[in-house]
């Protein structure tokens, strides 16, 4: 049981490449969680999916696109990256109030 | 105005000492409250959760909510290297519900 996984660990981009962030969790929970950590800014939600087949913005949701491909896997994707986007990011799988998440994605944006 | 603040640190205190982290909040409906732990390069992971007001105690951990002052705190009694991290706060006004998150204390347990 991995709980909730995300690749790749580290990335760096040009700005205007795109990329795809992958996350997977195996503990069949209905709702899925995109977020990004800045310093000094917490955790910002970008994008949720209540459940499959359904995605909502968050709070920072400009710049990013997401999939629920289906109730494991919920995918973010940066179309055309700016340095504004060099962030670290988590996804995340809520159950009962607690938010189980993965390890987290260092994205570079030069 | 922030939803939710907390006292970005760093705060550095030797071992053995009592450690307290605090948040303070402005939405009343909040009801649901969390402390997380983030090691350094990792996800963060649930530490305490307590719901509405008064305290919760585990091991050399204490959660306090006040919701009347709308202010939570983290107590951390005989403090160790090992809880060298950055402490976040979170609450929700429902389980269901979208959690709001502190900007993290990040602590310093020195030896």
């Known amino acids: 049981n991995a709980g909730v996984t995300q690749t790749p660990k580290f990335q760096v981009l040009k700005t205007g490449q795109s990329m795809t962030l992958q996350c997977a969790q195996d503990m069949n929970h209905n709702s899925m969680y995109w977020y990004r950590q800045d310093p000094g800014m917490g955790l910002r939600l970008i994008y949720y999916?209540?459940?499959?087949?359904?995605?909502d913005k968050g709070e920072v949701p400009n710049g990013y696109n997401v999939s629920r491909l289906n109730k494991r896997e919920f995918s973010l994707r940066l179309e055309s990256a700016a340095p504004s986007q060099t962030s670290v990011y988590f996804c995340?799988?809520?159950?009962?109030?607690?938010?189980?998440f993965g390890p987290g994605t260092r994205l570079t944006v030069t | 105005q922030k939803e939710v603040e907390q006292d970005p640190g760093p705060l550095s205190v030797p071992e053995g000492a009592i450690v307290s982290l605090n948040c303070t909040y402005s939405?009343?409906?909040?009801?649901?409250f969390m402390w997380y732990r983030q090691y350094s390069r990792k996800g963060p992971e649930l530490l305490m959760y307590t719901y509405s007001s008064g305290n919760k105690e585990d091991g050399r951990f204490t959660a306090q909510v006040d919701k009347s002052s709308k202010y939570i705190s983290l107590f951390i009694r005989d403090s160790q290297p090992s809880d060298s991290a950055t402490y976040l706060c979170a609450m929700t006004t429902g389980t269901a519900s979208k959690l709001t998150f502190g900007t993290g204390t990040r602590l310093q347990v020195t030896l």
């Open positions: 995340a799988s809520p159950a009962g109030g607690e938010q189980y």
């Open positions: 999916s209540a459940s499959e087949g359904t995605t």
């Open positions: 939405n009343s409906a909040f009801q649901y």
